[in-house]
């Protein structure tokens, strides 16, 4: 499950359009090719199709008492989601879906995944 907590860091570190200077993908990924999370992520801001993570995160830790472990960057149907996986103070998960674009959370609930 290092996936999702990569993409927070890669994000987390350059908030802006600088994420992709100097950047490679991973092998096997073309650029662009938005077949990862972060190659994902990272077009959908270059594309301006969403804000950077910090700001995403700053949104979601401000609006949701827990603590987030876990976060996915998905496309569903024609737009992003991003998706986060928290922890609150009293041991229970949570799922949290906010808008790339405007950081609006748009859903939270009991995490149901169990991988």
Known sequence: ???PILLAL??????GP???????????VEPGSG??????????????KALPLVDILKIVQDQVDARIIEVEFE???DH??????????????LEAKA?????????V?????DD
């Not at 890669?10 to 908030?15: E, F, G, K, N, T």
């Not at 992003?80 to 998960?93: C, H, K, M, N, S």
């Not at 609930?109 to 995944?113: A, F, I, K, L, P």
């Open 99 to 107: 808008d790339p674009v405007t950081g609006r959370i748009l859903e």
């Open 10 to 15: 890669a994000l987390a570190v350059s908030p």
């Open 109 to 113: 609930g009991e995490d149901s995944d």
């Open 75 to 77: 496309e569903e149907g």
């Open 35 to 48: 077949t990862t999370d972060v190659a994902r992520a990272r077009d959908a801001l270059e594309q301006g």
């Open 80 to 93: 992003y989601v991003y998706e986060f996986e928290l922890i609150t103070p009293d041991g229970r998960l």
């Open 18 to 28: 600088a994420i992709t200077q100097g950047a490679a993908p991973p092998p096997g």
């Open 1 to 3: 499950m290092q996936r």
